[in-house]
């Protein structure tokens, strides 16, 4: 038998010629509203990550981060964006009722789901932005489980 272990120079080999697409999509699910001494505070979002982007740590997170975090991360970028000269926007946050600022209207299921539904569309737009996807504010803000820590990284 004859062997021939010759390859042909138009062969090509597809073993490492393929690279996964980047990506990134973050998921916001789970409300919980937290109380203390009986009343209700604050309500908490679960987000979730899975990215391709290589400037993370893991290819799947999950944190929990609360309004208002969201807040300082959009006031975070937009002065990010405007420090570099840039002429881009970022998407806007869901805002607040009536009801949400003078009483319990911020903790009514309607509220929270229209709220989560905006806290989604918000992230999805800046993690896909193309200034802030590479901010290492917003990193951390997706990545960092600990809150104080991911604020103590952010001020650095």
């Not at 911020?106 to 996807?133: K, M, T």
């Amino acid at each position: 038998m004859i062997k021939n272990d010759t390859k042909s120079s138009h062969q090509k080999e597809f073993t490492n010629d393929y690279e996964t697409p980047e990506y990134i999509t973050c998921s916001v699910t789970d409300p919980i509203s937290h109380e203390e001494n009986g009343k209700k505070t604050h309500t908490s979002y679960k987000i979730s990550t899975v990215t391709t982007f290589p400037e993370y740590k893991n290819k799947e997170f999950s944190v929990r981060r609360r309004y208002k975090e969201f807040v300082w991360l959009r006031n975070h970028l937009k002065d990010k964006l405007n420090e570099k000269g840039k002429r881009l926007t970022l998407a806007n946050l869901p805002g607040n009722n009536m009801s949400s600022l003078l009483g319990s209207g911020r903790f009514d299921d309607a509220f929270i789901e229209e709220r989560r539904v905006g806290l989604e569309q918000f992230l999805n737009s800046v993690v896909n932005h193309p200034f802030s996807r590479f901010e290492k504010a917003l990193q951390d803000f997706l990545q960092e489980q600990d809150a104080q820590v991911c604020w103590k990284l952010i001020n650095v």
